[in-house]
């Protein structure tokens, strides 16, 4: 009867923890980076990245979140990139900059969270601003501060600081930028206060869902990183226009009875090859 009870409560909790097996990634296994030289590898949501550097978690103007997640590894010109933002932070905006997600120390997928992130060429830098530093508890567990009312699709005018543009704009005018994720009400606050001829900026600056409490930064494949896949270029002009228009809310559609199935992506040879030696 005693054994009948423990099987029982080990097949629970096998059964348990089926769901977290089976969201968790190998790459999350990994605790260092190869010692390859740095190439990001793959696209940004179906690659890895080799010869990974470490950024430190504190720095001029910058310090970074959730440390024990393991996801301050990044190619060395994403590192390069925080370092600059965080000076540049420090000495026109009077603030620093709180760093979240990067990559993991091989790259690859993360359990949850991002599909991108995969190549470290992905940074987020939330909108909190603060001139004090967080103490160690709160970096661990940090609170996000939206700038957005999601249900009303307007901004949260006593969240928004005229620091968020400039940091926005400062972070779109580093030549190693290719794209910056914002939702679409931040985009259009950012339309509305640029002035007109100095707008080419706004071209790298594109909307996306969930991006409320950070931007999403993601850099262009470095020179040397001949794996690296990159992606079409934005389209042309500011994207302020009838682009922009198109993201606010529409009635939603009718759910198709259909299940749409999607391809599983096949990884780079190189990063499978990273994979077996983990």
Sequence with gaps: MRYSCVRRASVALLLWCIPYLALSSPWEQVNAPSKQSSQAIGSYANGCLAGATALPLQGVGYQVLRSQRQRYYAHPSAVSFVQRL??????YLNT???????SL??????????????TGLDIDIWLRLTRERLPDKQLRTPV?????????????KENWDAR????????????????IFVHPVIKEKLCAEEELGRREWLR????????H?????????????EYCKPQAAPPEGDGCGAELISWRPQPKPQISSKMNKKKRKVMPVQCQKMLENI
């Design 86 to 91: 965080g000076e540049l932070s420090e000495q």
């Design 96 to 102: 620093h900059i709180l760093v979240g997600d990067l």
């Design 105 to 118: 120390p091989q790259g690859g997928r993360f359990s949850s969270g991002h599909t991108s992130h995969q």
């Design 144 to 156: 996000p501060i939206s700038v957005v009312n999601i249900d009303q699709y307007q901004l949260l």
């Design 164 to 179: 968020h543009f400039e940091l926005i704009k400062m972070a779109a005018y580093d030549s190693d930028v290719e794209r």
């Design 204 to 211: 790298k600056v594109r909307p996306w869902w969930g991006h």
């Design 213 to 225: 409490s950070h931007m999403h930064v993601r850099l262009k494949c470095p020179q040397k990183s």
